[in-house]
RNA sequence: GGCGGCGUAGCCAAGUGGCAAGGCAGGACUCUGCAAAAGUCCCAUCCGCCGGUUCGAAUCCGGCCGCCGCCUCCA
């Protein structure tokens, strides 16, 4: 079985083989930390996430690098984001930076998004790309402006806009022209700016002090961790273009050689069917989302839709979202506990875990052809129905066999996806928690046995409002937490 | 205007030539003191609309309608 990747550079779907064997080398645009990250950046981060994973799980050794920007990315009226954000917050530009970087890793890790390999700043490879602008400037294809900018001259370069289907002429008839520069072509776009003196952000440069363009740094960045050519590039569609399309035009002009090989970009999350975006203030952070839902939940909404598709958030997907992983949840949560219970046997019963084989396959099946999770997930709850059914029937199974089961969704619900954690939370309670349970419904089970029903769901009605859930099972009580509000 | 994409049940969502996966919600039943969990069954004769190609189309072609993204703020 091999993987296959949908490659937007060339609009097709293309056999994956990495540059070198046995290793991939990733990129992805990383966030611009001037505000908290919403959950348009956990759909995107999200589904890179499960990629990398995935790549993983298929014995590939990635090396995953996701900037930070932190400097350079300009709002249209040309000021830094992140220095107006100090202006506003009349704290140091590296102090607004540093804030939303810090609280970025927060919400990746809080949605269990395994951290880059290196997430390099933007700030912190300056020479780089100055390196970058000077090569450019050498080889003819950026010049320099009176007023200390370097442009990138898009004319210079012949495949212009083939990641995004754009032609430099068309550009300029729809391009929104800022009048006031010296730009020789509308589509130019900087390298470096000329900064003054009371411009807080600045390094100095064969230009002059100034600051680099938004799109050099991961030219500068990419190349350097990863070399000239490197197999994936990932982000956000709505990075297309012009975003990507510069980092190609001026990476393959500085190297000579081809940027990334594979383009995946996934679909915007859009809210009654428009994009969710800063800009339109129609944004959830996922600070406040995790407030109401859970972290799986929210992994298993983005991940029940195609990477490339857009999502529509709404409060009722994220609900079916949190009752889907809640039923995954309580599978492996019976699962675990009959295991635990279970004679210890070495013995992997083969009979009963091969009749899961086939969905173990279909799942690699789905993520094999373009990460298709939504697919991979319709898999997993086959899979949930057969083992419902091995746990119902009641059947007295060895401890290494339920082991064995457990470690199928451990690796696909768990390493892959990660919508099974490999402890759920009631998992983690603690013996004194544990201890107090057992002696609660100790006491239930013997009102039980009485038939004191009254006192026995009285018990269980006071447990419900601490948000513990009690199941009566034939083979004895067991209990769970119920958090969030699924 | 240019480029790209989408439209599948009440909701979410796979499927891209052979008689519509999966999840949520809903209904019936089984188990059960009750509840929960789980299981079984039911829930789109139909895939925006209209034509065409084909033995056969949600899937290919043409037209139309609706929606969205990008076109230098955006993951």
Redesign the pocket.
Same mark, same amino acid.
């Given at each position: 079985m091999a993987l296959w990747i949908y490659n937007y550079l060339t609009?097709e779907r293309e056999q994956f083989e990495p540059l070198q064997e046995g290793y991939v080398g990733m990129y992805a645009?990383?966030?611009?930390v001037y505000d908290h990250a919403h959950l348009?950046?956990a759909?995107?981060y999200v589904a890179l996430d499960v990629m990398v994973r995935y790549l993983r799980h298929l014995e590939y050794d990635v090396r995953y690098v996701q900037n930070i920007?932190d400097v350079g990315?300009?709002?249209?009226s040309g000021e830094d984001?992140i220095i107006r954000k100090a202006r506003l917050e009349r704290v140091e530009p590296m102090e607004v930076a540093a804030t939303y970087e810090r609280s970025y890793f927060e919400d990746m890790d809080a949605l269990g998004v395994q951290r880059p390999n290196i997430a390099p700043r933007a700030s912190g490879h300056i020479p780089e790309q100055i390196q970058v602008v000077e090569t450019l400037l050498e080889k003819g294809y950026a010049y320099e402006t009176e007023g200390g900018d370097v442009y990138f001259a898009v004319e210079r370069v012949e495949d212009y806009g083939k990641l995004?289907?754009?032609?430099v002429e068309?550009?300029e008839a729809?391009?929104?022209v800022d009048v006031r520069d010296e730009k020789r072509h509308?589509?130019?776009?900087a390298l470096w700016k000329h900064a003054d003196p009371e411009h807080i952000l600045r390094w100095p440069s064969p230009w002059g002090w100034g600051y680099p363009g =938004?799109h050099v740094e991961c030219t500068a960045m990419a190349t350097r961790y990863l070399g000239e050519t490197f197999d994936i590039h990932g982000?956000? @569609?709505?990075?297309?273009?012009?975003?990507n399309e510069c980092e190609i035009a001026q990476s393959e002009a500085a190297t000579g050689e081809p940027f990334a090989r594979y383009w995946v970009l996934?679909g /915007?999350?859009?809210v009654d069917?428009?994009?969710? /975006?800063?800009?339109l203030g129609n944004f959830v952070t996922i600070k406040d989302a995790l407030e109401t839902y859970s972290p799986e939940a929210i992994r298993f909404?983005i991940l029940? /839709?195609?990477y490339r598709?857009? @999502?529509?958030y709404?409060r009722?997907?994220m609900?079916?979202a949190e009752?889907?992983v809640k039923?995954l949840h309580?599978?492996v949560r019976?699962l675990r506990q009959r295991k635990e219970r279970a004679a210890p046997s070495g013995i992997v019963d083969r009979s009963e875990v091969d009749k899961l084989a086939p969905y173990s396959e279909r799942f690699l099946e789905a993520m094999n052809?373009d990460f298709?999770t939504?697919?991979a997930?319709?898999a997993l709850?086959?899979l949930?129905?057969e083992v419902?059914?091995l746990?119902?029937s009641g059947k007295s199974l060895g401890q290494a066999t339920w082991k064995a089961i457990d470690d199928v969704y451990r690796e696909l619900g768990g390493r892959v996806l990660g919508i099974i954690p490999d402890q759920l939370t009631d998992e983690v309670s603690g013996e004194l928690v544990e201890g107090l349970m057992d002696i609660i419904l100790g006491i239930r089970e013997r009102y039980?046995r009485n038939k004191e =029903?009254q006192e026995?769901?009285a018990l269980r009605d006071r447990l419900a409002k601490l948000g513990i @859930? @009690?199941?009566?099972?034939?083979e004895g009580p067991i209990w769970r937490r119920e958090s969030g509000s699924g």
């Open positions: 609009r645009c990383g966030p611009t348009g950046h759909k995107t920007t990315h300009l709002l249209d984001r995004s289907g754009r032609d068309d550009l729809g391009a929104r509308p589509a130019d776009f =938004w982000g956000g @569609v709505d990075n297309i273009f012009p975003h996934t /915007s999350l859009t069917d428009v994009k969710m /975006s800063k800009s909404f029940s /839709s195609h598709k857009p @999502v529509d709404s009722e997907a609900l079916g009752r889907g039923r309580n599978t019976s052809d298709n939504p697919r997930i319709a709850f086959d949930n129905r419902n059914e746990l119902n039980r =029903w026995a769901d @859930v @009690v199941d009566d099972r034939p």
